[in-house]
């Protein structure tokens, strides 16, 4: 008798896994391309649950040096930057750049260079030689020169918040040849250098933004402090430290983006700002801003920010507050698109999911938002658009949960996330939908996950997902109609470079935790054939 195994009829349905996963279970290898856009989607260069920083590095060195497409390499810098919202690993993508094509490096610099912090981001990843440089080349200096030389003074003034390098630094480094006396005046000030230094600026070539600072910051009254503050084009954090009482205070909140107010409403109560015993109008105006839909999409803010403000919210914070992050998150996940039909939705409550979104930090900085937090986040805003959809928690078990679409997206997202805490068995919605759900239709299957799925066994070497996957597409042609070609999506959370289910033509996998992968998903469900690395690839230079 021939060989049963290499020769089973079921092999041309399940492929062989081909790897393992971090968590030692059977996996399938991303292409390199996909792994570095996986990476690039979802790294923050923070130990993860099953890697740590140093393990993302390198897993993006290697797979720099398999990539040798440098329009590839651009296009994925501004889709991780502009699209997927990320902070380090554009700029990680950009400076690789800058040794292999160095005018397609000027090209998209000032793209994905775009506010302070990335700026000193760059600066602090030449620095630390990971990227074959520990100090600035003629180009990289000449894009940092660029950056400085026509960033407005507000601008400049955001981005002297922070240090490891401060905007002195960077400004040392980059020894900028200001265009004009202003401009000379606004580089001595920010080194922090003397006035006779500034020559042939003085004093009276200071921006109007930095006057009216440091008026404020040497006011010896609130009286005078709230004189200025109607004036302030400052950040607010730049003054907070020498606000002279509550009044100063509400006129620094007023100053406040929403995204400012988001982060701080335990500071402005305990400030007195808002609170029990604060004037309401500052209740209503605060309210106002977080929940005006147009401040909510111009500040680019995740809906997963609003849960992440809600859970954290001391008691203190009045309702009515808490109220407008329920309708931020809400408008925030307004662009959610509808798919093309209901879905069963699997949402990983597992261990290894209660791990912070954003990795491991130091000390105080690790964010409190749990990788379970954003996929019930997900299940919430997919649920919300899509009612007739089902949604599934799994650890090593499936739970069955009753939910009512018509609750608030935070609301459903904190009651989701509650479950579970075991091993990870991705397959378990598909299997569950195979058994209770088998007579309904879907138009596929969506797994919010970190894809480390290791308990359970597939069929022919496959993984468990594939296995159950083709029982649910055969069960699916058993009903019939729209159902007959359902699809597969794994959104995967984390910066791991296997998945539980290979690419084709019905299986998308896509990484990350912006709003961009609710449109990759609602376009692979409407037949659209884009993948995470077309929609890379279709970034404009």
Same mark, same amino acid.
């Given at each position: 008798?021939?060989?049963?195994?290499?020769?089973?009829?079921?092999?041309?349905?399940? /492929?062989?896994?081909?790897?393992?996963?971090?968590?030692?279970?059977?996996?399938?290898?991303?292409?390199?391309?996909?792994?570095?856009?996986?990476?690039?989607?979802?790294?923050?260069?923070?130990?993860?649950?099953?890697?740590?920083?140093?393990?993302?590095?390198?897993?993006?060195?290697?797979?720099?040096?398999?990539?040798?497409?440098?329009?590839?390499?651009?296009?994925?810098?501004?889709?991780?930057?502009?699209?997927?919202?990320?902070?380090?690993?554009?700029?990680?993508?950009?400076?690789?750049?800058?040794?292999?094509?160095?005018?397609?490096?000027?090209?998209?610099?000032?793209?994905?260079?775009?506010?302070?912090?990335?700026?000193?981001?760059?600066?602090?990843?030449?620095?630390?030689?990971?990227?074959?440089?520990?100090?600035?080349?003629?180009?990289?200096?000449? *894009?940092?020169?660029?950056?400085?030389?026509?960033?407005?003074?507000?601008?400049?003034?955001?981005?002297?918040?922070?240090?490891?390098?401060?905007?002195?630094?960077?400004?040392?480094?980059?020894?900028?040849? #200001?265009?004009?006396?202003?401009?000379?005046?606004?580089?001595?000030?920010?080194?922090?250098? #003397?006035?006779?230094?500034?020559?042939?600026?003085?004093?009276?070539?200071?921006?109007?933004?930095?006057?009216?600072?440091?008026?404020?910051?040497?006011?010896?009254?609130?009286?005078?402090?709230?004189?200025?503050?109607?004036?302030?084009?400052?950040?607010?954090?730049?003054?907070?430290?020498?606000?002279?009482?509550?009044?100063?205070?509400?006129?620094?909140?007023?100053?406040?983006?929403?995204?400012?107010?988001?982060?701080?409403?335990?500071?402005?109560?305990?400030?007195?700002?808002?609170?029990?015993?604060?004037?309401?109008?500052?209740?209503?105006?605060?309210?106002?801003?977080?929940?005006?839909?147009?401040?909510?999409?111009?500040?680019?803010?995740?809906?997963?920010?609003?849960?992440?403000?809600?859970?954290?919210?001391?008691?203190?914070? #009045?309702?009515?507050?808490?109220?407008?992050?329920?309708?931020?998150?809400?408008?925030?996940?307004?662009?959610?698109?509808?798919?093309?039909?209901?879905?069963?939705?699997?949402?990983?409550?597992?261990?290894?999911?209660?791990?912070?979104?954003?990795?491991?930090?130091?000390?105080?900085?690790?964010?409190?938002?749990?990788?379970?937090?954003?996929?019930?986040?997900?299940?919430?805003?997919?649920?919300?658009?899509?009612?007739?959809?089902?949604?599934?928690?799994?650890?090593?078990?499936?739970?069955?949960?009753? %939910?009512? #679409?018509?609750?608030?997206?935070?609301?459903?997202?904190?009651?989701?996330?509650?479950?579970?805490?075991?091993?990870?068995?991705?397959?378990?919605?598909?299997?569950?939908?195979?058994?209770?759900?088998?007579?309904?239709?879907? /138009?596929?299957?969506?797994?919010?996950?970190?894809?480390?799925?290791?308990?359970?066994?597939?069929? *022919?070497?496959?993984? *468990?997902? %594939?296995?159950?996957?083709?029982?649910?597409?055969?069960?699916?042609?058993?009903?019939?109609?729209?159902?007959?070609?359902?699809?597969?999506?794994?959104?995967?959370?984390?910066?791991?470079?296997?998945?539980?289910?290979?690419?084709?033509?019905?299986?998308?996998? %896509?990484?990350?935790?912006?709003?961009?992968?609710?449109?990759?998903?609602?376009?692979?469900?409407?037949?659209?054939?884009?993948?995470?690395?077309?929609?890379?690839?279709?970034?404009?230079?």
């Amino acid at each position: 008798m021939a060989n049963k195994s290499l020769f089973a009829s079921l092999m041309s349905h399940f /492929a062989r896994a081909d790897s393992q996963n971090e968590a030692g279970g059977p996996a399938y290898q991303f292409t390199p391309k996909h792994a570095l856009a996986q990476l690039a989607a979802t790294g923050c260069f923070n130990g993860a649950y099953y890697a740590e920083a140093e393990e993302q590095l390198a897993a993006l060195k290697t797979l720099l040096e398999l990539v040798d497409d440098n329009a590839f390499l651009a296009r994925l810098a501004l889709y991780s930057r502009q699209r997927a919202l990320m902070k380090d690993m554009p700029v990680a993508l950009v400076l690789a750049l800058s040794r292999r094509d160095p005018p397609l490096f000027h090209k998209v610099f000032d793209r994905v260079v775009d506010n302070g912090r990335t700026l000193r981001t760059f600066v602090q990843f030449v620095r630390s030689g990971q990227f074959g440089r520990r100090s600035l080349s003629y180009s990289l200096q000449t *894009a940092v020169q660029r950056w400085l030389n026509t960033a407005s003074a507000e601008k400049l003034l955001s981005a002297s918040i922070g240090s490891d390098p401060s905007l002195r630094d960077v400004l040392r480094l980059a020894r900028p040849t #200001p265009p004009d006396n202003a401009r000379r005046a606004l580089f001595g000030w920010l080194a922090g250098r #003397p006035v006779e230094k500034w020559a042939p600026a003085g004093d009276a070539d200071l921006p109007e933004e930095i006057r009216t600072l440091v008026a404020f910051r040497e006011a010896e009254s609130a009286e005078v402090q709230l004189q200025i503050a109607a004036n302030l084009r400052a950040r607010w954090d730049l003054v907070a430290d020498a606000a002279k009482g509550p009044e100063v205070w509400a006129a620094i909140a007023r100053k406040m983006g929403p995204q400012a107010l988001r982060m701080n409403l335990n500071t402005l109560v305990r400030h007195g700002v808002i609170g029990p015993d604060a004037d309401q109008k500052m209740i209503d105006y605060v309210a106002g801003r977080l929940a005006d839909p147009e401040e909510v999409r111009r500040s680019r803010q995740f809906p997963y920010q609003f849960l992440a403000a809600y859970l954290s919210a001391g008691e203190e914070v #009045p309702q009515k507050i808490k109220a407008a992050l329920h309708a931020a998150a809400e408008t925030a996940c307004g662009n959610v698109p509808a798919l093309a039909g209901p879905v069963v939705i699997g949402l990983d409550v597992s261990g290894s999911m209660a791990s912070p979104v954003t990795g491991r930090r130091g000390r105080g900085a690790t964010s409190k938002m749990r990788c379970v937090d954003v996929a019930a986040l997900f299940a919430s805003a997919v649920l919300r658009r899509n009612p007739e959809s089902v949604v599934i928690p799994f650890d090593t078990s499936a739970y069955e949960v009753r %939910v009512d #679409p018509a609750d608030s997206v935070l609301s459903l997202a904190e009651r989701l996330a509650k479950y579970g805490g075991g091993g990870t068995n991705c397959s378990l919605p598909l299997a569950a939908a195979n058994t209770r759900f088998r007579d309904r239709r879907f /138009a596929g299957c969506v797994l919010v996950s970190d894809q480390e799925s290791w308990v359970g066994a597939g069929r *022919a070497g496959s993984t *468990a997902v %594939v296995t159950e996957w083709q029982r649910f597409v055969a069960n699916q042609k058993r009903l019939g109609g729209e159902a007959a070609s359902p699809k597969l999506v794994c959104i995967d959370l984390q910066p791991y470079t296997t998945t539980q289910a290979p690419d084709r033509g019905d299986t998308l996998n %896509v990484g990350g935790f912006s709003d961009a992968v609710f449109s990759i998903v609602a376009a692979f469900l409407g037949d659209d054939s884009r993948r995470l690395v077309a929609e890379v690839e279709a970034v404009e230079l």
